[in-house]
C-alpha cells in the first residue's frame, strides 16, 4: 500500500493520464458535442472536500482544468440538458439530466460469507476469481438479453470492478428503466446468505444459462479452493439455512457438531447421505421421494447461485445521475490505476503510480513504453467500437424520427 | 442520496393554490378547460364519443366538448373519487389485481355503470358514458397540481383502466386494442415461436402459473401451445423485466398475448401522466373561474384526508412540551410506538448508532410526534455518544448535518415529512446491523412470534398477523397488532372501525387519543361516583 502525494498525482495528471481518450469515449465521437460538454464531473479532494458540476467542453481544457485542480479523484456523471458548470446561473428546474452510461459496481467484500483467503478490503489473486466470474456471468446477460455490444469493466483500485455501458440504449434509460435492468440482473438480494433464495421455477432462462456458467466453478471455488463452510459456523449460517427441510438441517446440524471440521467437499455430500436417510427413515413412496429430492436438487441450485452470482451495489445502478470514479484514476489509499480489466487481470498486476513514474525515468518520459500502455491500447481500440456504434445509434435515431414525422405529415 | 428530487420539493414546499392563482393575471382563453365552460350541443359531443370508441373503454385522448351543470361537475368527480379511493386503499394494502377487482366491481355498479356494461337504453348508456369521461377530465384538474398527487392519480386510474380492461369480453378487448393502433404491437411467426419455445415457456410458466392460476402442468402447457407472442424492444416492457416475466434476447422482450394488457396499461400511464403535465402548466389560467377553484381545491383535499401526511403539515400534539429528548425513551411514549419504531428504539440503544436509513425513518417519526429540532438533536447526541465510542465533536462533525437537515434547517430547506409504509416498504431492505424497514416484512416468522408475545397478543392473533405477512400484506398486519393490543376482545366500535394504519405516526396518534379518552371517561365515572 502506498498512497501518493498530491505532487504524485499532479505528475500523473500532466505525464500519464489518458485525457483525450476518456474525452472522446464519454463523448461517444472525436468531435467535441453535447455528450461531453453538458457532462458533469466531480472532483474529490484530499480535505474531503467535493466539487461536483464540473464541465468541460475540449479535451484540453478537460486536461488543464483536472491538472490545476489537481483532486485525488474525479468522478462522472451524467449528460445535462445544460453545461453542469453553468447551473449556478440557472433555475434549478431548468436542468435536467438526459443520458449517461448504464454502470454497475461490484465489491469484493460482499462475497466475504464464501472467501476465506481474505476478507473487507483486502483481495489476493484467488478470491479475485469471484468477480472474473461475475464478469463473464454479467457479460452473458447484457450481451445476450440486453443486445448490449459496448460495455468495459474497470478495475476500481482496491477491490472491486465497474462495469460502463455505453451502447446508446443503454445510455438513455430512465431512472424506472435502469431499476428494472437491475432487478433483472440483480438475483441476490440478501448478502449475508442466510435466507433461502426460494426461486420460483423453472428458472428463467437468465438464471438457467448463469447456473450452467456457474456450477463447474463451484465445484472448484468454493467446494474445493475457498472451502468456506469447513468452518462449521459459516455451514450452519449459509449452507443449512439454504435446506428445505427442517428435519434434514437439524439432522445435519447434529452430525457435523459431533464431527466438526468436515470440508465443504464433504458437507455437501453428507447433505445427499443424510437427504437419502431421510426419506428411507420417513418411509416416503417413490413419488413423494421423487419429489422430495427435486426439492433438494432446487435448493442446491438456489446456494451455487446464492454463492456465486454477482453480487452488485444497486445504489450506483438505480440513477441516472449517480456518480462513479472515472477509469485511469489513481486510488487514493492503493496508489493503483483503476485500468480496465484485461483477459487474466488480477489486482497485483494493476499498474502503481510509483512504478509507472520509476518507469518513465527509464524510458525517457515516453508513456507507450510503461506497463500502462498495454491498457491504454485496449481502451483505445474499445473507444473506437463505442464511437463507430454510436455514429450509427444516431443514424439510425434520425432515419426513425424523420420517418414518424413523414408518418405523422401524411396523417395530418 | 443526491439533488434530483429537489424539484419535486420545491413544488411541495411552495404550494399554495390560492396564491398561484391571484397572482397571475391570465384570462382563461381557449384551452384545455375549454370544455369545461364553451356550449356546444349534446349531438356533436354524440358524434364524439362515437368517433372515438364503440367499446366501453377509453384512453381518454380527447376533451369532452359539451356542457354540464354545476352539480353535475362536482357529484361526478366525487363519484369516481370514491372509486380511486378504494382502488387506493387497496394498493396501500398490497392487494392482488383480482382481489382489487373483487373489491371494484360492485362500487363501478353503483357508481361507473358504464364500466360494468349495465345500461339498457343508448340514452342511459350515452348519460353513462359522459359520467365517466367527464368525472375523468375533472379529476385530471384536480390532481394536476404536485407530482405526488400526480403520481398517485395516474397509478389508481392505470389500475381502474386495468380492471375495466379485464371485464371486457375477448371480442371488445381485441376492439379496443385495436382501434388503439399501437405501432409495437408485432406477433412472430410461428417459426421463431418454435425455435425458441423452451426458453419461452420457461419465462412463462410461473406466470402463467400464478397470474392465471393453470396449477397443473399440462394446463400450461396447453395454453402456451395455443399462445401467440408480441415482440417488441424491451423498454416498452420495462415493469414485466425487473421480476423476470418475459424472456429477453438481444434487446427485444417477448411477450405473451395475454400480457399485452402490461403494455397496453404502461401505453395509459405515459399518456395520462404527459396530460397532466400539460394540465399542469396551464393550471395558472384557471384563476379566472371562481366556480371551479373551490370545488377542485374541495375535492383534492377530501381525496388526501386517508393520506394521514399531508392533513396539514402539524403531526403530534406537543402542547406542553410532553415529548422532549428525554420522555420519548419513558414507558408511558414509548407504549404508543409501533413496531417498526420499537425496533429502531432498541437498535439505538444497543449500539449507540443508527444507519442512514434508520437514522431518517426514526428522527422524522420521532418530529412527527412533535419532538422539536433541538430536543431531537439533544435526544441523537446522547443516543450516540452513550456508548463511549462517539465523540461530541465527532457527532456534531458527522452526524448533525444530517439530523438538522431533516428538520429543514441545513441546505434545501425542506420540511421533510415522516415516512409513510409505502415509503419505507420502498426503500432498500436492511442488512445486517441495520434497523429500519418495515419488522411484518424483514423480520423472520420466529423473531415476529418473539416480538409479538412480547406485545401480548396471543398464539392465535399472533397467527392471524403471521397470515396478513404471508400475504404481503404488511400495513394490515400492523394494523391487527393496532387492534389486538387495543381492544383484546375486539368489541369496541371506535378501534375496529376498519381504518387501515399505513403510517407510523397514525399508529402513534391513535394510539394516544384512545388513550386519553379513556381516561377522560374514568375521570367522569369517578367524579360522578
Given amino acids: 500500500m502506498s498512497a501518493p502525494s498530491s505532487a504524485d498525482m499532479e505528475y500523473y495528471y500532466k505525464q500519464l493520464f489518458p485525457f483525450t481518450d476518456v474525452f472522446y469515449w464519454l463523448n461517444h465521437s472525436r468531435e467535441p458535442s453535447k455528450d461531453m460538454a453538458n457532462r458533469e464531473l466531480a472532483m474529490a479532494f484530499r480535505s474531503g472536500a467535493y466539487k461536483r458540476y464540473n464541465s468541460y467542453s475540449s479535451p484540453e481544457e478537460f486536461k488543464q482544468q483536472i491538472e490545476r485542480a489537481n483532486p485525488d479523484r474525479f468522478e462522472i456523471g451524467a449528460v445535462y440538458n445544460k453545461p453542469p458548470k453553468e447551473r449556478d446561473a440557472l433555475l434549478k428546474s431548468e436542468m435536467h439530466p438526459l443520458q449517461k452510461e448504464l454502470v454497475f459496481d461490484i465489491d469484493m467484500d460482499d462475497y466475504d460469507p464464501y472467501r476465506t483467503c481474505c476478507e473487507g478490503a483486502r483481495v489476493c489473486s484467488r478470491c479475485w476469481r469471484f468477480i472474473t466470474l461475475a464478469i463473464e456471468v454479467m457479460a452473458a446477460t447484457l450481451r445476450e438479453d440486453f443486445g448490449f455490444q459496448d460495455f468495459l469493466w474497470v478495475f476500481s483500485g482496491r477491490r472491486g470492478a465497474h462495469c460502463w455501458v455505453s451502447d446508446r440504449r443503454a445510455r438513455m434509460l430512465t431512472d424506472i428503466q435502469r431499476r428494472n435492468v437491475l432487478d433483472y440482473v440483480n438475483v441476490v438480494r440478501d448478502r449475508s446468505g442466510n435466507k433461502r433464495l426460494n426461486l420460483v421455477r423453472p428458472y428463467h432462462p437468465q438464471l438457467t444459462r448463469a447456473l450452467e456458467q456457474l456450477k463447474p466453478h463451484f465445484v472448484d471455488i468454493i467446494l474445493g479452493d475457498?472451502?468456506?463452510?469447513?468452518?462449521?459456523?459459516?455451514?450452519?449460517?449459509?449452507?443449512?439455512?439454504?435446506?428445505?427441510?427442517?428435519?434434514?438441517?437439524?439432522?445435519?446440524?447434529?452430525?457435523?457438531?459431533?464431527?466438526?471440521?468436515?470440508?465443504?467437499?464433504?458437507?455437501?455430500?453428507?447433505?445427499?447421505?443424510?437427504?437419502?436417510?431421510e426419506t428411507r427413515s420417513n418411509h416416503l413412496n417413490a413419488a413423494r421421494k421423487q419429489e422430495y429430492m427435486n426439492k433438494l436438487k432446487e435448493c442446491k441450485e438456489d446456494i451455487v447461485l446464492q454463492a456465486l452470482y454477482p453480487k452488485l451495489d444497486v445504489e450506483v445502478t438505480k440513477q441516472t445521475i449517480h456518480l462513479l470514479k472515472s477509469p485511469f484514476c489513481i486510488h487514493p489509499a492503493t496508489g493503483n490505476v483503476c485500468v480496465p480489466i484485461l483477459d487474466g487481470f488480477e489486482p497485483s498486476n494493476a499498474p502503481k503510480l510509483h512504478q509507472l513514474q520509476q518507469e518513465m525515468q527509464q524510458h525517457n518520459n515516453n508513456v507507450a513504453e510503461t506497463s500502462l500502455q498495454p491498457f491504454i491500447g485496449h481502451f483505445e481500440k474499445y473507444i473506437d467500437s463505442v464511437i463507430k456504434h454510436a455514429g450509427e445509434a444516431v443514424a439510425k435515431a434520425e432515419e426513425e424520427s424523420s420517418l414518424k414525422r413523414k408518418h405523422d405529415d401524411i396523417l395530418a | 442520496m443526491f439533488r434530483q428530487n429537489k424539484k419535486r420539493l420545491s413544488s411541495r414546499r411552495n404550494f399554495d393554490l390560492s396564491a398561484d392563482m391571484d397572482s397571475s393575471g391570465i384570462k382563461l382563453e381557449n384551452g384545455v378547460h375549454q370544455y369545461v365552460l364553451s356550449g356546444s350541443d349534446a349531438e356533436k359531443e354524440q358524434k364524439l364519443y362515437d368517433s372515438i370508441n364503440s367499446t366501453k373503454l377509453y384512453f381518454y385522448e380527447q376533451p369532452p366538448q359539451g356542457e354540464i351543470t354545476l352539480e353535475e361537475f362536482e357529484t361526478w368527480a366525487i363519484d369516481r373519487l370514491k372509486i380511486l379511493q378504494e382502488i387506493q386503499a387497496s394498493i396501500s394494502?398490497?392487494?392482488?389485481?383480482?382481489?382489487?377487482?373483487?373489491?371494484?366491481?360492485?362500487?363501478?355498479?353503483?357508481?361507473?355503470?358504464?364500466?360494468?356494461?349495465?345500461?339498457?337504453?343508448?340514452?342511459?348508456?350515452?348519460?353513462?358514458?359522459?359520467?365517466?369521461?367527464?368525472?375523468?377530465?375533472?379529476?385530471?384538474?384536480?390532481?394536476?397540481?404536485?407530482?405526488?398527487?400526480?403520481?398517485?392519480?395516474?397509478?389508481?386510474?392505470?389500475?381502474?383502466?386495468?380492471?375495466?380492461?379485464?371485464?371486457?369480453?375477448?371480442?371488445?378487448?381485441?376492439?379496443?386494442?385495436?382501434?388503439?393502433?399501437?405501432?409495437?404491437?408485432?406477433?412472430?411467426?410461428?417459426?421463431?415461436?418454435?425455435?425458441?419455445?423452451?426458453?419461452?415457456?420457461?419465462?412463462?410458466?410461473?406466470?402463467?402459473?400464478?397470474?392465471?392460476?393453470?396449477?397443473?402442468?399440462?394446463?400450461?402447457?396447453?395454453?402456451?401451445?395455443?399462445?401467440?407472442?408480441?415482440?417488441?424492444?424491451?423498454?416498452?416492457?420495462?415493469?414485466?423485466?425487473?421480476?423476470?416475466?418475459?424472456?429477453?434476447?438481444?434487446?427485444?422482450?417477448?411477450?405473451?398475448?395475454?400480457?399485452?394488457?402490461?403494455?397496453?396499461?404502461?401505453?395509459?400511464?405515459?399518456?395520462?401522466?404527459?396530460?397532466?403535465?400539460?394540465?399542469?402548466?396551464?393550471?395558472?389560467?384557471?384563476?379566472?373561474?371562481?366556480?371551479?377553484?373551490?370545488?377542485?381545491?374541495?375535492?383534492?383535499?377530501?381525496?388526501?384526508?386517508?393520506?394521514?401526511?399531508?392533513?396539514?403539515?402539524?403531526?403530534?400534539?406537543?402542547?406542553?412540551?410532553?415529548?422532549?429528548?428525554?420522555?420519548?425513551?419513558?414507558?408511558?411514549?414509548?407504549?404508543?410506538?409501533?413496531?417498526?419504531?420499537?425496533?429502531?428504539?432498541?437498535?439505538?440503544?444497543?449500539?449507540?448508532?443508527?444507519?442512514?436509513?434508520?437514522?431518517?425513518?426514526?428522527?422524522?417519526?420521532?418530529?412527527?410526534?412533535?419532538?422539536?429540532?433541538?430536543?431531537?438533536?439533544?435526544?441523537?447526541?446522547?443516543?450516540?455518544?452513550?456508548?463511549?465510542?462517539?465523540?461530541?465533536?465527532?457527532?456534531?462533525?458527522?452526524?448533525?448535518?444530517?439530523?438538522?437537515?431533516?428538520?429543514?434547517?441545513?441546505?434545501?430547506?425542506?420540511?421533510?415529512?415522516?415516512?409513510?409504509?409505502?415509503?419505507?416498504?420502498?426503500?432498500?431492505?436492511?442488512?445486517?446491523?441495520?434497523?429500519?424497514?418495515?419488522?411484518?416484512?424483514?423480520?423472520?416468522?420466529?423473531?415476529?412470534?418473539?416480538?409479538?408475545?412480547?406485545?401480548?397478543?396471543?398464539?392465535?392473533?399472533?397467527?392471524?398477523?403471521?397470515?396478513?405477512?404471508?400475504?404481503?400484506?404488511?400495513?394490515?398486519?400492523?394494523?391487527?397488532?393496532?387492534?389486538?393490543?387495543?381492544?383484546?376482545?375486539?368489541?369496541?366500535?371506535?378501534?375496529?372501525?376498519?381504518?387501515?394504519?399505513?403510517?407510523?405516526?397514525?399508529?402513534?396518534?391513535?394510539?394516544?387519543?384512545?388513550?386519553?379518552?379513556?381516561?377522560?371517561?374514568?375521570?367522569?365515572?369517578?367524579?360522578?361516583?
Wanted: glycine share 4%; aromatic share 10%; with cysteine.
Fill in chain 2, 93 to 529: 394494502r398490497n392487494r392482488s389485481l383480482k382481489d382489487t377487482a373483487a373489491v371494484i366491481k360492485p362500487l363501478l355498479q353503483k357508481l361507473l355503470p358504464s364500466a360494468t356494461g349495465g345500461s339498457h337504453s343508448a340514452a342511459e348508456a350515452f348519460a353513462e358514458k359522459k359520467k365517466d369521461y367527464y368525472s375523468h377530465y375533472i379529476l385530471r384538474l384536480c390532481f394536476a397540481r404536485t407530482k405526488e398527487l400526480r403520481e398517485s392519480f395516474v397509478r389508481a386510474e392505470t389500475l381502474l383502466f386495468k380492471i375495466r380492461f379485464n371485464l371486457l369480453t375477448s371480442t371488445d378487448q381485441a376492439k379496443f386494442v385495436q382501434s388503439l393502433d399501437l405501432p409495437m404491437l408485432q406477433f412472430i411467426s410461428d417459426d421463431e415461436k418454435n425455435e425458441l419455445a423452451a426458453k419461452l415457456y420457461q419465462a412463462a410458466s410461473p406466470v402463467l402459473q400464478f397470474q392465471l392460476n393453470l396449477t397443473d402442468e399440462q394446463q400450461r402447457k396447453a395454453y402456451f401451445a395455443r399462445e401467440r407472442y408480441i415482440k417488441l424492444p424491451f423498454e416498452n416492457v420495462i415493469e414485466l423485466i425487473g421480476n423476470r416475466q418475459v424472456f429477453l434476447k438481444d434487446g427485444y422482450a417477448y411477450l405473451p398475448q395475454f400480457q399485452q394488457l402490461n403494455l397496453i396499461a404502461s401505453e395509459f400511464a405515459n399518456n395520462l401522466n404527459a396530460s397532466l403535465m400539460k394540465v399542469f402548466q396551464s393550471l395558472p389560467r384557471m384563476n379566472e373561474d371562481d366556480r371551479l377553484l373551490p370545488i377542485l381545491a374541495h375535492l383534492s383535499a377530501g381525496y388526501t384526508m386517508t393520506d394521514f401526511d399531508q392533513a396539514d403539515g402539524q403531526y403530534g400534539n406537543n402542547a406542553d412540551n410532553e415529548i422532549n429528548a428525554e420522555s420519548v425513551w419513558s414507558p408511558e411514549i414509548s407504549k404508543h410506538y409501533p413496531l417498526s419504531v420499537r425496533h429502531l428504539m432498541e437498535g439505538l440503544k444497543q449500539n449507540h448508532h443508527l444507519r442512514y436509513y434508520g437514522r431518517q425513518q426514526l428522527s422524522l417519526f420521532l418530529k412527527g410526534i412533535g419532538l422539536s429540532a433541538d430536543e431531537s438533536l439533544k435526544f441523537f447526541t446522547k443516543a450516540f455518544t452513550d456508548g463511549g465510542h462517539m465523540t461530541v465533536e465527532k457527532f456534531n462533525k458527522e452526524y448533525k448535518y444530517n439530523f438538522r437537515h431533516n428538520y429543514g434547517l441545513e441546505g434545501n430547506r425542506i420540511n421533510y415529512r415522516p415516512w409513510d409504509c409505502r415509503t419505507i416498504l420502498s426503500k432498500p431492505r436492511p442488512g445486517r446491523g441495520d434497523f429500519h424497514g418495515c419488522p411484518f416484512r424483514d423480520f423472520s416468522s420466529e423473531k415476529l412470534t418473539s416480538e409479538l408475545q412480547k406485545m401480548g397478543l396471543t398464539p392465535a392473533q399472533i397467527t392471524s398477523v403471521l397470515d396478513s405477512c404471508q400475504k404481503g400484506e404488511y400495513t394490515t398486519a400492523n394494523t391487527k397488532v393496532f387492534e389486538f393490543t387495543h381492544d383484546s376482545n375486539g368489541t369496541d366500535v371506535e378501534i375496529n372501525d376498519q381504518t387501515l394504519i399505513a403510517h407510523p405516526n397514525l399508529y402513534f396518534e391513535r394510539s394516544r387519543q384512545l388513550e386519553q379518552k379513556r381516561k377522560e371517561i374514568e375521570d367522569k365515572i369517578k367524579g360522578s361516583s
Fill in chain 1, 226 to 277: 475457498q472451502d468456506p463452510w469447513c468452518k462449521d459456523e459459516s455451514a450452519f449460517a449459509t449452507l443449512l439455512t439454504g435446506l428445505h427441510d427442517k428435519q434434514l438441517q437439524e439432522a445435519l446440524r447434529k452430525h457435523w457438531t459431533e464431527n466438526p471440521g468436515r470440508s465443504s467437499q464433504q458437507k455437501w455430500s453428507d447433505i445427499d447421505a443424510f437427504a437419502a436417510a
